[in-house]
């Protein structure tokens, strides 16, 4: 029997002893820099001639880990032990399944600190990031392990005279995961338990610049006593990897997180009928997002000024659900832009050893493509606040950035930059306010800060995002209280973390049995 779902919750890092905990794990991980992750097909860990390194973003001297590195070669054998594992982890009970899926959380939990310790340093997430970032890939594997048994309940069907009449829901058989770098764990382990969970096998392709965390948790995975060739671990590029495993006839189906560009580029590959492939792929794209926060005249100005910095520069806005986008009244927008600039100026930037709430971006080509974004808003816009890059250590810092008098065509307010870039918007009413924030090409989070409840109603309803947030942050979704997803371009609004995401991966059969044993006497039907 499973311990009731409860979120895992977080550590307050102003109390001395936690604080004193953390800062174990993390010279416990500083020790063990330098890893070496295998590729991970079937029972066998294997080292390959090419390898390549995973660096600290915020001292790109040192060394996270070394991961070898998969080739095409790789591809047919990892997927040729991911159908050979799934009769056996199909044929499993549900109660089995779920028991061990729940048991990797409890594995995670006892480690918390440890696995949130590679993220400080393989990803640049300081204390609080990288923990909720472990709580999250906690909560999935709890909350699928009851999501497995409820959706191993008969699915409900009316009966006719003379007949039983059934209906199921089983796994569909071996996929492909490739989850992003910026949740190195949570979604790597959401998009990966999910469809196990549901009895699938998979072929896990980490992101190139957070291989490390994935190799920490296949090692959970075989602590757990995961069946060999379940997960298949395959890091390598997308370019040859990730082509070849989505292109593959044998793929079943395709999750995916990452970029609009990448996501759209996989949707129509796997649409594509192989030869020898005997099915439509299944594909799930999750995408980015170019998320508004809308403040009224009503609202308490404090508070939100405090929730749009929580939002913009968490992590450094290296999240697809990060606020890009405030669009503020003409009463308040002045007001407004004083205090987010005031607060923004504030934040306190340096490596995310020292947990400041800034830390660097992933990598120096992401920087690099944050400042060009930068560079070209100044003729578009004006810039109040930040736009610099940091010299300290060689890590890829750059200030938190603000610019004002932006038009909502304007490419700051149009593509998603996905770094510390906030871009205001002044709006008269709230007929402009939803027109310029539903004036994107994407549909991931939303918020609206106001105490005006007709308005607010009218937000619920027009704001055409798959998750809003009203008078708080747009980030930080929680693993079955907000399922996530969106619409439009941010993706398949797969809602992870929501009771339907393990249908996704299932699908189901019905079958009729006639009591008398005799044959159907010229009933006509549609099928």
Partial sequence: MLRPF???????????HLRAEFEAALGKVEDRLGEHALLVIGPDRIGTKGSFESIDPAEPA??????????????DRALEAAWKAFPGWSGRTAEERAGLVHRIGDLMA?????????QVFEAGKNWTEAEADVAEAIDFCRYYAH????????????????????????????????????????????????????????????????????WGFMKILEEAGMPPGVVNFLPGPGATVGDALVDHPRTRFVNFTGSKEVGLRIAERAGIVHPGQVWLKRAYMEMGGKDAMIVDETADLEAAADDVIRSAYGFQGQKCSACSRLIAFDEIHDRLVDLVVERAAALSIGPPRENHPVGPVISATQRGN??????????????????????????????????????????LAQH????????????????????????????LTGGFYSTDEARIERVEREFYVGNLYINRKITGALVGVQPFGGFNMSGSN??????DYLRLFMEMKSVARRLDGRGSEGTATSG
Avoid: C
């Avoid at 002044?426 to 924030?437: F, G, I, S, W």
């Fill in 62 to 75: 040192r060394v996270v880990g070394v991961a070898s590195l998969a080739e095409a070669e790789h591809v």
């Fill in 147 to 214: 999501q497995a048994l409820a959706m191993a309940e008969p699915v409900p069907v009316h009966q006719r005279p003379g007949e039983v009449n059934r209906s199921w829901l089983q796994p569909l058989g071996a996929g492909v995961v490739i989850p992003p770098w910026n949740f190195p764990l949570a979604i790597l382990v959401g998009m990966t338990i999910g469809p196990v969970a549901a009895g699938n096998t998979v072929v896990l392709k980490p992101a190139s610049n957070t291989p490390i965390v994935g």
């Fill in 370 to 411: 944050i400042l060009a974004e930068i560079e070209a808003g100044k003729s578009q816009a004006t810039l109040v606040l930040g736009g610099r890059p940091i010299d300290r250590d060689g890590g890829y810092y750059l200030e938190p950035t603000i610019f004002v008098d932006v038009d909502p065509d304007d490419r």
């Fill in 416 to 443: 998603e930059i996905f770094g510390p870039v906030l871009s205001v918007l002044r709006v008269r009413d709230l007929d402009e306010a939803l027109a310029v924030a539903n004036g994107t090409e994407y549909g």
């Fill in 6 to 16: 409860e979120n895992e919750p977080y550590s307050d890092f102003t109390d001395s």
């Fill in 494 to 499: 797969a809602k992870a973390g929501g009771p």
């Fill in 110 to 118: 006892e480690r918390k600190y440890e696995l949130a310790a590679w």
